[in-house]
């Protein structure tokens, strides 16, 4: 990741990771949080360790949707998972 000012240091990935967490629940869903690992190898252990955790969908079929919620949570490591949410909507 480079910065804005094009001298190629990247600041955000240093901070600390509750930071980081912080910033990262104000995203819409998990999902959202998850696909930040695509960033740097920093990013791509960051959101697994998130404290809260939550799901959105509007779908007819939910089977999409619950393998989505089973391959986040298989991939979240932190010991502690405070609030988790799942919503889906049939339309």
Known sequence: MSSVDGSGEDRISDLPDKLLHSILLLLPSASDA?????LSRRWSRVWTGLPELSFSWSADDP???ADA???????????????????????
């Open 34 to 38: 998850a696909r930040t690992s695509l």
């Open 63 to 65: 089977s999409p949707c």
């Open 69 to 91: 919620v089973d391959a986040v949570l298989a991939a979240h490591a932190s010991p502690v998972l405070h609030h988790l949410a799942i919503s889906i909507y049939n339309p």
